[in-house]
């Protein structure tokens, strides 16, 4: 099992830019998670998908974001044009069915100058 | 809505020394609770988790939590700290066992002198 695997690790971009951030969650969980990490606000959930349909957004920030899955074993987080204050850890994170918690990927460091 | 604190932003403990990092939720009926721990530059990383049956949890690295219902506590225990154990530690919690999401604390920074 080799986890919940994000890429790019490091992102560093212009203000304008476009940005995608991938993940690919693990085999059989049926829960995604897209989370953005900063000193201020700490770990706020952006969107979550079950069964690669979004069932809640309402933590994406603006209309710059946006998020798909297209398929079990893929989703990515977009933010067209990205802006300074977009800079942060993004971490995806997959959650199996019943009582379990949620593993994490080890999160893309985004940086817009 | 449910909702976590953590309220010591920074803790700095002896290397060898007892370590209690504490938790408080709210949600009005039996949480699922969840501790976890990062590193720098790395995800998160379960340590331990509390559904039900016995209130005190073993995690891993040695680590233990208690479930407190009477005071909404969810307490992080280990008996010595290695220096290798600083890091941030977060607390979540789950509202039941129909929970989607959890909701985070913002974390503990634990340090660790020498």
């Known amino acids: 099992d080799a986890g919940v695997i994000q890429s790019p690790r490091h992102e560093v971009t212009e203000m304008g830019q476009e940005v995608t951030l991938r993940c690919k969650p693990i085999?059989?969980?049926?829960?995604l998670f897209w989370y953005r990490q900063t000193m201020m606000r700490g770990l706020e959930l952006l969107i979550y998908f079950n069964n690669n349909v979004p069932i809640d957004d309402s933590g994406m920030p603006e209309d710059r974001f946006s998020a798909k899955m297209p398929n079990a074993s893929f989703s990515t987080l977009k933010i067209q044009p990205s802006e300074p204050r977009d800079s942060a850890v993004y971490f995806c994170?997959?959650?199996?069915?019943?009582?379990?918690?949620?593993?994490f990927g080890s999160g893309t460091r985004l940086t817009v100058v | 809505a449910q909702s976590v604190t953590q309220p010591d932003i920074h803790i700095t403990v002896s290397e060898g020394a007892s370590l209690e990092l504490r938790c408080n939720y709210s949600y009005g009926a039996t949480p699922y609770l969840f501790w976890y721990v990062q590193s720098p530059g790395q995800g998160l990383q379960l340590l331990l988790k509390?559904?039900?049956?016995?209130?005190l949890v073993q995690g891993i690295k040695g680590f233990e939590a208690e479930f407190k219902r009477s005071q909404s506590s969810f307490n992080l225990r280990k008996p010595s700290v290695h220096w290798s154990d600083a890091a941030e530690y977060f607390c979540?919690?789950?509202?039941?066992?129909?929970?989607?999401?959890?909701?985070f604390g913002k974390g503990t920074m634990l340090l660790v002198s020498p």
């Open positions: 994170a997959a959650r199996g069915q019943g009582a379990s918690g949620y593993t």
């Open positions: 509390y559904f039900s049956g016995d209130t």
């Open positions: 979540a919690v789950g509202a039941g066992s129909g929970y989607s999401t959890l909701t």
């Open positions: 085999s059989g969980h049926d829960y």
